[in-house]
């Protein structure tokens, strides 16, 4: 077992006591940036992102770059929203933007490994506080994300936090090819 799983390992909580109020492993305040926020926090978000990313450390650059060229590209759109979750330092962060009236695409949900496997089901779970902050700071819309079918791990963790499958097409067939569409009511 490496350094670094071992570490993970002796900092889950034990599975019998029972949980209540806000998760005390991950962040107290969850907060908007604004896009020039964004801008000057592009670094530590793009370092988040790949240290959550569950892929080794050297293939971590690659991952960081795309990480903020996507979410360079996605705060241009109207209405582009992002928040972050810190105690002392930035600990998670999510992001969407409007698609129309009704919709609004998460695109990126970024906590750490044991935020989708600590009691996803529970209000409060980091990731359910983020994306329903999110939907909430909309006006309450339905929110849509995309996932890849052989995601399995991603696609778990969204279902764990109350997103549902788009229904397949009615004759049996893949709607929209090698990704899911999920959706998150308000």
């Known amino acids: 077992m490496t350094k670094h799983a071992l570490r993970l390992v002796c900092e889950r909580p034990h599975p019998l006591r029972r949980q209540q109020g806000p998760s005390p492993w991950e962040a107290e305040r969850v907060r908007p940036l604004t896009r020039c926020q964004v801008t000057d926090h592009l670094p530590e978000l793009g370092v988040l992102y790949a240290a959550n990313s569950g892929t080794a450390p050297w293939e971590w650059d690659q991952l960081r770059r795309a990480f903020l060229w996507r979410l360079r590209l996605d705060m241009r759109r109207p209405g582009f929203s992002l928040l972050i979750a810190e105690n002392s330092a930035t600990t998670a962060c999510a992001y969407g933007f409007p698609l129309s009236a009704g919709l609004f695409a ?60 788009v229904a397949a097409a009615p004759y049996g067939g893949p709607l929209f090819g090698p990704c899911r569409i999920l959706l998150l009511d308000p």
């Not at 490994?113 to 600590?118: S, T």
């Not at 329903?132 to 700071?137: A, F, N, S, T």
């Open 106 to 165: 998460i695109r990126e949900i970024v906590v750490r490994p044991r935020v989708r496997e600590l009691s996803p089901e529970r209000d409060w779970n980091l990731a359910r506080r983020l994306q329903r902050r999110l939907l909430g700071d909309h006006g309450g819309v339905t929110g849509i994300t995309v996932a890849s079918r052989s995601d399995l791990r991603t696609l778990d963790a969204l279902r764990s936090w109350g997103w549902r499958d």
